[in-house]
């Protein structure tokens, strides 16, 4: 007898939403409205109060470019103002030599234009005695001439042109006129220095005061500007260093050609380059023009050409990507729009100030959940997540492109790092949006979708070592198609590993249906299972198994588990001998399992040069008692920082671990002569930092195949570890800053920096140290105490 499953209905609309979703609606209306008359307010303030706000931006811009070195000097004792005072002294200074070179290279090029105006008019002859030779266009210009003289014919005699001409001025209402015009820019930069030495003055009010403007979380709002000066500091630094780079060899280049005043292009070009886009055009048209003029011929005009476009080709592919990397944090498109915005607010100074200005408004959107739009506007990060655009792009049914995303992102991470961090959360994403808002056409295009993906990623990676043997492992998805696809991905997985893995179906979990996986001389089989509560499925699925081969090891998969509910015995009552919640975690389960690989334990590779290294440790300071109290201090702030329960500073010697410094005392440990905690060396989780060289972050130890049955990690109950390289000036990795907690959590790019940094700290204070006589490598004798736990380790 067969049951009909339950229908879904759809809500209807009008359930969904009830009355309150028209007014729901009404507010949604009522907030655009209102967001679209303050832009249109701001976008007006703008505009007509420019005349203030302009010398006020140059003013801050300036304040950016000149804050570092009236830091620095204050770093070495200035007072504030006199800090001030001779940057800005330098600065005038800087300025009016320049102008005055530039200003006697421009009289020497007025004193030498009328030499050149038999050339410009032999050249002018030239150009327009070709131009006027008979050609294709003749006819059409003819054409045009006709039909405009029959047009003024037919308008008649009696059409009169007027003009209206202003009375000339008085000389003193000429002379007032032009000097207007020249003491109004001479006005603006004299607004604009005093602005700049009071933004300097005025800084950390400035900065308070803008703190309380953008209120909320001190925290956030700090970041904020702290990220606003070090991304517009650093525009400016870098546009300093592209505009220099291009101007020497330009200047350089048009000396060697012979085009006058080659000294004085490559300073307008230096300077002209700050204006995005038309800069570098406005430049090439004074020593392109020049070049006509002096040579009778074309050679120099073409030289000057080709050494124009070189280097702005040289540019734009290598110096700028190099040098500016992501400094600005905006998109290219959002470059350009804000260099047309700007512009058409504020003219050719708006252009100048785009960047600056729009990366304000980025930290903003970064900063403010009322204007997140502007980040996703603005910002060069992608806005969906490499798992996002895979998930799209299957929805969609664009196969092709979700290769395309996924061969990317393997470029970068390499295929099992990908199957874990992407193709996993590929069908994690499926799986939420299954029952919920997914139709059949979704669902179908998925499935397919990822089967296609999988196909082209086996033929694109074939796993060659596992190719032909019998299979060790077999992957079974437990119920859904997405399961069955996970299985596909994890037995890739296993075969890139070097351990013959193949992946089967099965629809329902019957005696026969189990007893056709045929699943003889199979010592393994992995079950994956994508539900939420698989206790039950996966439970009936082990007992069958079992049932058919007694001695089969079963590894069941939870992918979207959490993993609080992976711990104790929750293995043992479904009935496996592990549980795994990645593809990563999977691997070392079935190593563990295997009969070839069970006896091997889970070691950090000694470094090739480990002998030096030991010798470099024991050369160094890095042992000395006497810094304990020093290396403490560092730890505990460590442990503070991160809120963790443990942070330590530790040295692998070549057969133990030796930590020199804790946020507390330690238990579990040996003990040295010199009272110092122990452990062996194969026990240290610090030993994979100096076998990997850099900064190891392990999430949760008890999902880390690695570290589960680690002494040190049971005895301490530890499930989070992130250490940081302690790297000698030699380039030797002497030992690890770590911090240890018994929650499982993660690290940001952020944290792992500030470890990185701490660790640094830590180098740096040993070296000083030790900055005397070198000691002389001695070999400790391992203590009682430390062979003692030496003998809790397995072999």
């Given amino acids: 007898m067969t049951t009909t499953p339950p229908v879904r209905r759809?809500?209807?609309?009008?359930?969904?939403?009830?009355?309150?979703?028209?007014?729901?609606?009404?507010?949604?209306?009522?907030?655009?409205?209102?967001?679209?008359?303050?832009?249109?307010?701001?976008?007006?303030?703008?505009?007509?109060?420019?005349?203030?706000?302009?010398?006020?931006?140059?003013?801050?811009?300036?304040?950016?470019?000149?804050?570092?070195?009236?830091?620095?000097?204050?770093?070495?004792?200035?007072?504030?103002?006199?800090?001030?005072?001779?940057?800005?002294?330098?600065?005038?200074?800087?300025?009016?030599?320049?102008?005055?070179?530039?200003?006697?290279?421009?009289?020497?090029?007025?004193?030498?234009?009328?030499?050149?105006?038999?050339?410009?008019?032999?050249?002018?002859?030239?150009?327009?005695?070709?131009?006027k030779a008979p050609g294709m266009l003749d006819s059409a210009l003819?054409?045009?001439?006709?039909?405009?003289?029959?047009?003024?014919?037919?308008?008649?005699?009696?059409?009169?042109?007027?003009?209206?001409?202003?009375?000339?001025?008085?000389?003193?209402?000429?002379?007032?006129?032009?000097?207007?015009?020249?003491?109004?820019?001479?006005?603006?930069?004299?607004?604009?220095?005093?602005?700049?030495?009071?933004?300097?003055?005025?800084?950390?009010?400035?900065?308070?005061?803008?703190?309380?403007?953008?209120?909320g979380n001190l925290h956030r709002s700090t970041d904020a500007i702290?990220?606003?000066?070090?991304?517009?500091?650093?525009?400016?630094l870098m546009q300093l260093v592209v505009n220099t780079s291009f101007a020497i060899p330009l200047s350089f280049g048009l000396w060697l050609i012979g085009v006058p005043g080659a000294l004085l292009w490559g300073v307008v070009a230096a300077v002209l380059r700050f204006v995005p886009y038309v800069g570098a055009l406005i430049s090439a048209i004074f020593p392109l023009a020049l070049a006509f003029a002096v040579d009778p011929g074309w050679h120099m005009v073409l030289w000057t050409l080709a050494l124009i476009a070189g280097l702005e080709l040289v540019s734009n592919n290598i110096v700028e990507p190099m040098l500016y990397g992501t400094s600005t944090g905006l998109s290219a498109i959002s470059l350009i729009a804000a260099a047309t915005f700007w512009t058409a607010l504020w003219g050719p100074v708006g252009l100048i100030l785009s960047t600056p200005l729009t990366v304000c408004l980025l930290v903003l959107g970064k900063t403010l959940p009322q204007l997140q739009f502007l980040d996703t506007l603005l910002g060069s990060v992608p806005v969906l997540s490499p798992t996002e655009r895979i998930y799209q792009r299957l929805l969609a049914g664009d196969v092709d492109e979700a290769v395309e995303i996924a061969e990317g992102e393997i470029e970068a991470l390499s295929v099992v790092p990908f199957y874990d961090a992407v193709g996993v959360a590929v069908l994690r994403l499926a799986s939420d949006d299954y029952g919920r808002q997914a139709t059949a056409a979704h669902r179908l295009r998925i499935a397919e979708g990822m089967e296609a993906l999988l196909e082209e990623l086996r033929e694109e990676h074939p796993a060659t070592a596992a190719a032909g043997s019998a299979p060790k492992v077999v992957c079974i998805g437990g119920k859904w198609e997405i399961d069955a696809i996970a299985a596909q991905m994890l037995a890739h997985a296993l075969d890139l590993e070097g351990i013959p893995a193949q992946a089967r179906r099965i629809a329902h979990v019957t005696m026969n249906s189990v007893g056709r996986l045929d699943l003889d001389g199979v010592p393994l089989v992995c079950l994956s299972y994508f539900s939420g509560e698989p206790d039950n499925a996966a439970r009936q699925f082990c007992r069958r198994l079992r049932q058919r081969w007694p001695e089969l090891k079963i590894v069941v998969v939870l992918w979207t588990v959490p993993p609080e509910k992976l711990a104790g015995e929750a293995g043992r009552d479904i009935g496996a001998d592990e549980l795994a919640a990645s593809i990563q975690e999977t691997i070392g389960r079935v190593q563990r399992l295997l009969p070839e690989m069970a006896g091997e334990p889970a070691l950090a590779e000694t470094p090739a040069n480990d002998a030096e290294r030991v010798a470099a440790l024991h050369g160094t300071g890095f042992l000395d008692a006497a810094l304990r109290d020093d290396l403490d201090a560092i730890a505990k702030r460590a442990a503070d920082a991160f809120d963790v329960d443990v942070a330590m500073i530790s040295a692998i010697d070549a057969e133990q671990e030796i930590v020199i410094g804790g946020s507390r005392e330690l238990s579990g440990f040996g003990r040295d002569e010199a009272g110092r905690p122990v452990l062996p060396r194969r026990a240290a989780i610090c030993d994979y930092v100096v076998a990997g060289g850099e900064t190891l972050v392990v999430d949760d130890t008890e999902r880390d195949a690695r570290f589960t049955d680690n002494p040190v990690a049971k005895t301490w109950g530890l499930r989070f570890y992130a250490g940081a390289p302690l790297r000698s000036s030699a380039g030797f990795v002497l030992?690890?800053?770590?911090?240890?907690?018994?929650?499982?959590?993660?690290?940001?790019?952020?944290?792992?920096?500030?470890?990185?940094?701490?660790?640094?700290?830590?180098?740096e204070t040993i070296g000083r140290a030790g900055a005397g006589s070198p000691r002389q490598p001695s070999a400790e004798p391992e203590s009682e105490a430390s062979a003692t736990v030496g003998q809790q380790v397995p072999d």
């Fill in 735 to 763: 030992g690890a800053l770590c911090i240890l907690d018994r929650e499982a959590r993660s690290l940001d790019q952020r944290e792992r920096e500030l470890l990185e940094k701490l660790a640094a700290d830590v180098v």
């Fill in 226 to 236: 702290e990220d606003a000066g070090r991304r517009i500091s650093r525009y400016l």
């Fill in 142 to 215: 003819n054409a045009i001439a006709s039909l405009q003289k029959e047009v003024e014919a037919v308008q008649g005699a009696q059409a009169q042109r007027v003009e209206v001409v202003a009375a000339p001025g008085t000389q003193l209402q000429v002379a007032l006129v032009w000097l207007g015009r020249v003491l109004e820019p001479l006005a603006t930069a004299g607004i604009v220095l005093v602005f700049v030495v009071l933004a300097l003055l005025d800084r950390t009010d400035l900065r308070d005061r803008l703190l309380r403007i953008l209120g």
């Fill in 10 to 131: 759809a809500p209807i609309p009008h359930e969904a939403g009830g009355i309150g979703a028209g007014d729901l609606g009404g507010a949604d209306i009522v907030r655009v409205a209102a967001a679209l008359v303050s832009a249109a307010v701001i976008i007006a303030a703008l505009y007509y109060g420019q005349d203030i706000l302009i010398p006020l931006a140059f003013a801050f811009l300036i304040g950016f470019a000149l804050n570092p070195p009236v830091v620095w000097l204050r770093r070495r004792g200035l007072p504030k103002v006199i800090a001030i005072a001779v940057v800005m002294t330098v600065v005038l200074i800087l300025l009016a030599s320049l102008f005055l070179v530039l200003g006697t290279q421009l009289r020497s090029l007025g004193e030498q234009l009328p030499t050149y105006q038999s050339t410009i008019h032999g050249k002018l002859n030239d150009l327009k005695a070709q131009f």
